[in-house]
């Protein structure tokens, strides 16, 4: 069973329940309502007959009972109404009830209205269905007792109307209420189903496009725009950034490769090229130095990629702990004075203020991530230029790493791609006497400080230098 189907059973049962509760309640208040109508305007006949009834007391203590005397007759002409008055004795008498007058609709009917309640002393109201002229038709009648002046009960007056008018009623309203449960029923299967499929539309465009994506591997498909802001608006919509966040992922994964293919290629097309030189000349000490460079250029490329891998997976974890970044940044600074980088190079790398400052981090991490930043100011910088390295405090809460230099600069458009995997400017590529960069040095320091809630700003101006500054909150 699907869960349209499901969504609409649940709305149509709940909404059956609703309307039989209802009809069940519209039901059991008509029927009550029509019957005290009734009670209501033989009560009122009542109250028209019993004036007209006139009670003689009797003269003798050992009389039969009062006589009751009718002194007119035009209550018995009410049209839709029967009326019996009968005569039962005083309380002390066993006197058969004898009748004294009956409407003209009863005439020759000896029976009372309602035998059972003729010899109560009270106002009752009972439903029965006589046996006599009135064709077994059910019957309301009203028991109204005579009382003498000195309270002695001496008869009754029995007023009856036709009940028929409730039961038609009541199967008349039963049987509207059943049709129109019918219809209302029918009516919420329809508009049940078109609200449960338009509702659930999106879910089925979201399989769709799933099943689309798994037999195309096309990441570009979206779901229409303009939903409502309800439930299945916001899984849309989280589904397209879902959707869109993937197609990112996807096309950085086929950069990465592609640029990890390019970069290798070159080193490895530079080892092949020196040794087929040695294999023809023979040994040649500049083809050795040559090996010897490329190898370790990828050597470390495929460090900087496997931690980056490491990374993406989740599997790196910080050993933060209080150290202090002044004696780190002094540590590394004076470790890049025995790489390739610097060797041989006519640089004035300096430290130009270093206070002690003290954080919470990763002490490896972060001395990579300084080494870099200093390495990437020592090679995008010509011979004679200028490198100052220098540690403060920032406004008391922060320390502030920054790295200058008087190099290359770089163009505004690239400002915002150099944290990029496997970015390098173009322009740049020719200014560099040692290409040992891959490209993955930046985006390792944006990870380390964005690792360390720190922050990373670059100002950069063409042919005039660069200044890369990094904040970092400082230890409590």
Known sequence: MGFRTKVTLLYVGFLTLIIIAMSAAIVGVVRPTVIASIDKSLRSVTETV????HVVSATQPDSVGAAIHILGDE????????????????????VDPLLIASSRDLEGIEEALDPLCVNLTQVTFSDVSPQFSLNAMPLRVMTHPIVTADGQHVGVVQVAASAMIVDDLTDYVLSLVIVVAVVGVLIAIILGWAVAYEALRPLQEMTAAAGHISTSNDLSTRLPAGLPNDEIGKVARAFNHMMARLERLFAVQQRFIADLSHELRTPLTAIRGNLDLVKRYGRDQNAFDAIETETIRMTRMVDEVLLLARVDSGHVEMQLRPLDLDVLLLDTFNILFSLEEVKDRNLNVKVDKLEKLRVVGDADHLQLMIRNVIANAI???PDGGEVVLSLCSRDGRSALIEVQDSGIGIDQNDITRIFDRFYQVDSSRA???NAYGAGLGLSIVKWVVDSHDGEIEVESELNRGSTFRIVMPLAD
């Open 379 to 381: 090679r995008f910088t």
């Open 50 to 53: 019993r004036p007209n009834i």
């Open 431 to 433: 200014n560099r006497r």
């Open 75 to 94: 209550f018995l002409r009410m049209p839709g109404i029967s009326v019996q008055v009968w005569q039962t004795g005083n309380d002390r008498s066993n």
